[in-house]
């Protein structure tokens, strides 16, 4: 239960950190280590040179971005909130700008690990190891968010659509650090929900659902029944199909943790529970 | 090959500490092994446990997914560093004697950090609070009934 030998690097900025990583082809990002020593420790991973992100200063960063400085469509016509590569989880969910302009980041996050554990992780970190059983990435992908990463050839934008390519895989390239997360902003009248079940409160879920519901639009987010985090399209399917619906489009896997057919009832019930929460909040709105 | 090592000051308990480390250290070996601060346990090794938790900046955190090396800014309270000034026992560590809050002991100290940062955050928890504070950390001996009760006579003898 010990790392293997590595060499170790704290630079204090960011154009000397992907210096470091363009130069050593096995070499990996440090956050938070919430992922990353486990791995180590069980020698699942012993790359050659660790680059520790975590004495750049500005990467800590949590803001709003107002419609108005979202013009350019970049940021979706509501604005957002961006969340910068050292923000840890614990301090994303205490953000109260987070609460009120995208609700769903803080409802998933309190789901993330233990108190202790969200001290340390970062919420980006967790975006970019891609777990299809976390609950960050589901929520970037159902939110139609996205990646800023720095690379030797500059910055460069990653839609979550494009992020998530396998188990534990994204799409950065290996000299490249993700920056930030930006979640858009909660529309007027849209409303979100997030619900999970795991065996003990603060383990990776059997099964998580993250519901987005504006006006006849009805999408749901699923953590844990594939390889990928995965949205459905549910918008028009009635109240009592919506299980069944979502399942046509889900393949929930047989593990020591859970049977394909728990997971599928899984599926049917959290489907049902997360809209009708999101759309009772679209209501209240 | 030897290893590289590097120069790493630490700041544990107020108390500054020199140690040439290869950066692969855990934190909590370089407390228990390099500092002899064996209070801080040592369990699962990969964050699930809570055994090892010890305070950085106040904050809970695990010293086993922590590097000695990533360590430097920091200050670091372990479980030695909960007693009043005097040496006597602080208010969360009494509060575990009084109640009966562990048997074997291993998974104690992790407890005593957590219970303490929790209270400062909250210092009068409800009966559902003082459960959640203390559900990141395993016990496999007292069936956390009385673990319970010490953060709620913790709190008392904090007010
Ligand atoms: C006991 C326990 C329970 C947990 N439970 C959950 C849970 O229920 N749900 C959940 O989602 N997570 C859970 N986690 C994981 C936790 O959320 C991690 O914080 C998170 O997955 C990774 O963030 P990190 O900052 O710790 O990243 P690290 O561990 O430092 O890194 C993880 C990976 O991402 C890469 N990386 C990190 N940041 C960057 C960056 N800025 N640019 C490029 N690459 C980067 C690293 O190279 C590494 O490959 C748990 C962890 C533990 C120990
Ligand atoms: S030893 Fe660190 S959490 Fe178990
Ligand atoms: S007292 Fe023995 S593990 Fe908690």
Known sequence: MKPAPFAYRRPGTLAEAVSVLAGEPDAKVLAGGQSLVPLLSMRLASPATLVDIN?????????????????????????????????????????????????????????????????????????????????????????????????????????????FLGPLQSSLAHDEIAVSAYFPALAPGAGVAFDEIARRHGDYALVGAAAHVDGESVRVGYLSVGDVPTVVDLSGVADDDLGEAALAHLDPPDDIHATADYRAQLVRVLTTRVVRSARDMAEDA | MSEELHDVRLTVNGATHEIRVPARRLLSDALRHDLRLTGTHVGCEHGVCGACTILVDGEPMRSCLMFAVSAVDHEITTVEGLTNPDGSLGPVQQAFAECHGLQCGFCTPGFLTTITAGLRENPAPTHEEARDMISGNLCRCTGYQNIVKAVERAAELSS
């Open chain 1, 55 to 163: 004495a750049i200063t500005g990467l800590d960063v949590i803001e709003t971005i107002d419609a108005n400085d979202a013009v350019d469509g970049q940021y979706g016509e509501h604005g957002g909130v961006r969340v910068g590569a050292l923000a840890r989880h614990a301090a994303v969910l205490a953000s109260p700008d987070v609460r009120r302009v995208q609700p769903l980041v803080s409802m998933a996050l309190q789901h993330v690990a233990h108190a202790t554990i969200r001290n340390r992780g970062t919420t980006v970190g967790s975006i970019v190891h891609a777990d299809a059983a976390a609950e960050m990435p589901v929520v970037l992908r159902l939110l139609g968010g996205s990646v800023e990463v720095e690379g030797p050839a500059g910055r460069r934008t990653i839609p979550a659509s494009e992020l």
